[in-house]
Nanobody, 127 residues
Framework: VQLQASGGGLVQAGGSLRLSCAAS????????MGWFRQAPGKEREFVVAISLRRGSTYYADSVKGRFTISRDNAKNTVYLQMNSLKPEDTAVYYC?????????????????????WGQGTQVTVSS
């Protein structure tokens, strides 16, 4: 599976952005996908995960209520709608995938669990 993340940019605090992650392959719905972010000098941080088969999701507390993940299995694409952005949301955002059709649980929130990674897209939120 190859992942291509896009949609990052510069936005003022309170604004919105929508990230996309397009995946190659014909078994898109057999995967779980996640979004992570990494700010300079910090570890990669979990944002949200989704089961592409079930549609179930798991959000980090820091983004719950502001970010929404969705999927379009026909387009092999996952979206991350980010609203009410804050300066602390500034980071490089990565999408990741693993072939998995089980429930989205806390174990799916760690980077080593994922097998495939996109190249990252920069999100900068100015104050």
């Amino acid at each position: 599976v190859q992942l291509q993340a896009s949609g990052g940019g510069l936005v003022q605090a309170g604004g919105s952005l929508r990230l996309s992650c397009a995946a190659s392959g014909r078994t898109f719905s057999s995967y779980a996908m996640g979004w992570f972010r990494q700010a300079p000098g910090k570890e990669r941080e979990f944002v949200v995960a989704i089961s592409l088969r079930r549609g179930s999701t798991y959000y980090a507390d820091s983004v719950k209520g502001r970010f929404t993940i969705s999927r379009d299995n026909a387009k092999n694409t996952v979206y991350l709608q980010m609203n009410s952005l804050k300066p602390e949301d500034t980071a490089v955002y990565y999408c990741a995938a693993k072939e998995y059709t089980g429930a989205i649980v806390v174990g799916t929130t760690t980077p080593p669990w994922y097998d495939y990674w996109g190249q990252g897209t920069q999100v900068t939120v100015s104050s």
